[in-house]
């Protein structure tokens, strides 16, 4: 499918951040990456989305354990990550 994220969740802020990995040069990767080219939408596209607002809940539950609230959520990617990014919805 060629995804992959990762979310940091800072419990002393409350600040969250949510990661996609770029292009890493398997087939995949550069499919996606000519998708993105032609204007197709992916299906790891749809994985990204899935993961941010998963690891969005994850990360509001684990701050309400702590008795802290999300003050704030960066969202971040370089290449292919960056573009899920921009195309988060």
């Keep these: 499918m060629g995804f ?13 951040i949510i990661a996609d990995r770029g292009t890493v040069g398997n087939v ?4 996606s990456d000519a998708e993105i ?22 990360a509001q539950e684990q701050l309400s354990n702590s008795g802290v ?7 971040t990617g370089h290449s292919l990550g960056g573009m899920r990014k921009v195309r988060a919805r």
Excluded: P, R
């Excluded at 995949?28 to 499919?31: G, H, L, P, V």
């Design 37 to 58: 080219t032609v204007g197709a939408m992916q299906q790891a596209q749809s994985v990204a989305n899935e993961f941010a607002a998963s690891a969005l809940g994850t």
């Design 4 to 16: 992959s994220g990762e979310a940091y969740i800072n419990t002393q802020t409350g600040e969250v």
């Design 69 to 75: 609230q999300v003050s704030a959520i960066y969202t």
């Design 28 to 31: 995949q990767s550069i499919i």
